[in-house]
């Protein structure tokens, strides 16, 4: 027990980089945490917001009950998939391995301690699903002793289940990885798996006609008129208690799970907390057995091979730079399944958009009441995923503490950068490509249309890796332990993924729009985007690079 | 205190790693472990620490085998790796404090040891900053440190001097001595042969994972010889 709770400790006291926080005396990374902590506080009333709202929804049309059934659903579910996200890399590190296997501890409780910490980022999602939710039906209903009572084991409980599963998903990854000599290759394609397959499961979910309702219909008569907001809400409250009724008819544990959470039938959650806990100590148990062992196989093994000197090929600079990046990126199963995911979603929608086409693939996400033109938007929907992650955003400071070898070169400036710049869009090139082609065989449009279809989504991803370097230039961190903290958890990188919604706003606006006035919303759309990346070019090239990292 | 018999570790899909490797380290004894760079020592000094684990031959420390009672084993030793990489998102007394509660050191304990320590090797002021911030020197004091919080019976080092001042170095091979002198034995490897020769009773030579020479310091290099020229014929011997 001891050595579990010294463990733990020393996995909790840097908590989404607290203790950094707590004792850094670097004013700029100060700054750069606080901006960070305030952005998640944000985030995090802006959740409580969104499900406190929700549920209040649900109480104004009448189903008020749903929420026992659907938010701790939703709090397992998100639970499950940040433990599947994190559980590879929270169970199964290579960086302190050699440290915790030459002390006097067993790997049991290390396996404990890290399955509780996962169960902490758990918890924190079922407070922010479960606290609003139920604080809006326990008061809207008029709940009894027994659901506030059980408002707190709930919470307690809800995760566990979720993380003990995710953390066998971690396991098997890391017993497939540890056997393969390609672990960067393996890890890559076993994260696109995860994330392609977690988004066509939310797709079939949302896509689902027992649970999606036809707003279309209700927002209109059958003449086709308007009809007023009391006569609209009481159509969506009457199709929503309806599509309730079904879902509990042909699913009757539905019902049953809601029971054990709203009090009716408490002994339910004590089944839940049992299993849980079984699931949780078996998952402890699997893990902890070889947990130092797989965490060895996992550092990437180099075959030595006794070298001859042969003739040697020479490169130009700007080559040899975007060489030295590909090596370092490839190196990095982190790095290149964090970054890979988008340009490989691009080709899947294009895909998709091929085996649907966009009036049906609009359709199966939901209907919305209003006219939709999906084909004045399929340029700017294709860019979003191209968008969501590029290599430059943590290019400078997955340098680290190579950063001196760059600085201490013979080198110009617009050298170093272009290579980055160059070497991922050359990244990006093949699945532009292949997206293209895709939408090119398949998609029937006009020729304005096959043409923006070409141009938008190139000039986002020259914008995309421009604005990605420029943050990675004003929010360098060159110190870091694990390469999660810039390939993932940077501020470059959180404030890159915002260049999603440049793309996203025009793909709504679009998808409303009449036709004609598309192509010039579009023209104008794509002339401000170029105009910004050239100007954020400038600004790059005219950084002093020897004072970074100082 | 540390006996080592015909042990093997090869890296799976390589020919890399040591065999046949056997020693024997007694208490009061300043072992010196000598090789090229990839000859090996890192390898053994691993595997009989437990972190790796090795495909034949025996460990025993203090009479205990480490792959039957690796707890126990660990209780006894310290090590202190070639390359200080510690968690670098602590403070240096975090982290002191961190390991003091895996061996179970008590409050009064550790906070006499932390402090003579941290006194002697001048970084008592920095133990507030984080790990991150300390330069490679301060983070080898600090893993030394750390290994030395639990009085190991036994204390493995990896090129222990690298990094390190001319003080703390000093100081280093003043507390090897004193830790000896106490009946604890040391087994560490260098590449400062001046330090071996000077320092140490016994040395073991390395090369390509086989030991070639083993034993007393005085019977290794005799008469007008150095270990620097024993070392230097060693290495260039073809056989």
């Known amino acids: ?550 | 205190m540390l006996v080592i018999r015909d042990l093997e570790k090869i890296y799976k899909g390589t020919t890399k790693g040591v065999s046949d490797i056997s020693l024997h380290v007694e208490k009061g004894d300043i072992y010196a472990f000598i090789g090229h760079n990839g000859a090996g020592k890192t390898t053994l000094l691993k595997a009989i620490t437990g972190i790796h684990e090795f495909d034949k031959g025996t460990v025993l420390i203090d009479g205990l085998d480490i792959t039957k009672e690796p707890e126990e084993v660990k209780r006894r030793i310290a090590y202190v790796p070639d390359n200080p990489d510690i968690y670098e998102y602590m403070t240096g007394i975090q982290y002191l404090n961190f390991i003091a509660d895996v061996f179970g050191i008590s409050k009064a304990d550790r906070e006499a040891r932390i402090a003579e320590y941290a006194g002697r090797f001048e970084i008592t002021d920095s133990l507030g900053d984080l790990v991150s911030g300390y330069s490679h020197g301060m983070k080898q004091k600090l893993v030394l440190i750390s290994a030395l919080l639990h009085e190991p019976k036994l204390l493995i080092m990896d090129e222990p001097f690298v990094g390190l001042d001319p003080k703390a170095a000093f100081l280093l091979k003043e507390i090897m001595r004193s830790m000896t002198d106490a009946g604890c034995a040391i087994f560490f490897s260098t590449h400062v042969l001046d330090v071996a020769e000077k320092l140490c009773n016994k040395v073991a030579i390395i090369k390509e994972g086989h030991l070639v020479t083993s034993g007393l310091m005085s019977e290794v290099v005799k008469d007008q010889s150095s270990l620097e020229s024993i070392f230097m014929e060693t290495v260039d011997n073809k056989e």
């Open chain 1, 1 to 550: 027990m001891n050595s579990f709770l010294t463990i733990w400790k020393s996995e909790m006291v840097n908590y989404a980089g607290l203790n950094v926080y707590r004792h850094t005396k670097d004013p700029s990374d100060r700054k750069r945490r606080t901006a960070l902590l305030c952005v998640f506080v944000f985030l995090f009333v802006v959740a409580v917001g969104y499900i406190a709202g929700a549920s209040f929804a649900f109480e104004e049309f009448g189903i008020g009950r749903v929420i026992p059934m659907l938010y701790p659903a939703l709090a397992m579910m998100i639970a499950f998939m940040i433990g599947v996200l994190k559980a590879r890399g929270n169970l199964y590190r290579v960086r302190d391995r050699e440290l915790l296997s030459s002390l006097p501890i067993r790997s049991m409780p290390v396996a404990a301690a890290r399955l509780m910490k996962m169960y902490v980022d758990g918890l924190i999602a079922a407070v922010i699903v479960i606290v609003p939710s139920f604080l809006v039906y326990g008061i809207a209903e008029h709940a009894g002793a027994t659901f506030w009572l059980m408002i707190v084991p709930a919470i307690l409980i809800l995760p566990i289940l979720p993380v003990a599963l995710a953390a066998w998903v971690g396991i098997a990854f890391a017993a497939l990885i540890a056997r393969v000599r390609h672990k960067v290759l393996a890890e890559v394609l076993l994260a696109v798996i995860v994330v392609v397959g977690m988004m066509a499961l939310s797709f079939a979910v949302t896509g689902s006609s027992t649970v999606n309702m036809n707003l279309g219909a209700i927002t209109q008569d059958q003449g086709g008129d308007k009809l007023s907001q009391k006569e609209m809400n009481d159509r969506v409250a009457k199709q929503a208690a309806e599509t309730l009724e079904k879902l509990e008819a042909k699913t009757p544990f539905v019902k049953t799970w809601g029971s054990w959470f709203s009090g009716k039938k408490p002994a339910g959650l004590l089944i839940l907390a049992t299993v849980s806990l079984a699931a949780l100590l078996i998952t402890a148990f699997v893990i902890g057995r070889n947990l130092f062992a797989i965490s060895g196989r996992l550092a990437p093994v180099t075959m030595h091979r006794d070298y001859k000197m042969t003739a040697l090929q020479s490169h130009s600079v700007l080559e040899a730079l975007v060489r030295k990046e590909a090596g370092r990126y490839f190196s990095s199963g982190l790095y290149v399944s964090n970054t890979i995911i988008g340009p490989v979603l691009a080709v899947v929608l294009a895909v998709v958009m091929a085996v649907f086409g966009p009036e049906e693939l609009i359709r199966k996400i939901g209907n919305l009441p209003v006219a939709m033109h999906p084909t004045a938007a399929l340029p700017f929907l294709l860019s979003v995923p191209f968008c969501m992650m590029t290599v430059t955003s943590s290019s400078i400071s997955a340098e680290g503490k190579n950063w001196w070898i760059t600085k201490s070169l013979p080198i110009a400036t617009g050298d170093i950068l272009n290579a980055k710049l160059l070497f991922n869009l050359l990244l990006f090139a093949p699945f532009y490509l292949v997206a293209e082609l895709v939408l090119l065989f398949t998609v029937r449009v006009g020729v304005m249309q096959r043409l923006w279809l070409l141009v938008v989504p190139l000039v986002y991803i020259v914008f995309a890796v421009v604005l990605g370097l420029f943050l990675n230039l004003r929010f360098p961190k060159f110190k870091w332990e694990n390469e999660a903290e810039v390939v993932k958890q940077s501020a470059a990188v959180a404030l890159g993924i915002l260049s999603v919604f440049t793309a996203l706003i025009p793909t709504a606006g679009l998808l409303m729009l009449p036709d004609g006035p598309a192509d010039l919303v579009t023209a104008v759309v794509v002339a401000v985007v170029a105009a910004a990346t050239v100007l954020l070019y400038h600004r790059i090239m005219n950084t002093d690079l020897l004072r970074l990292g100082d």
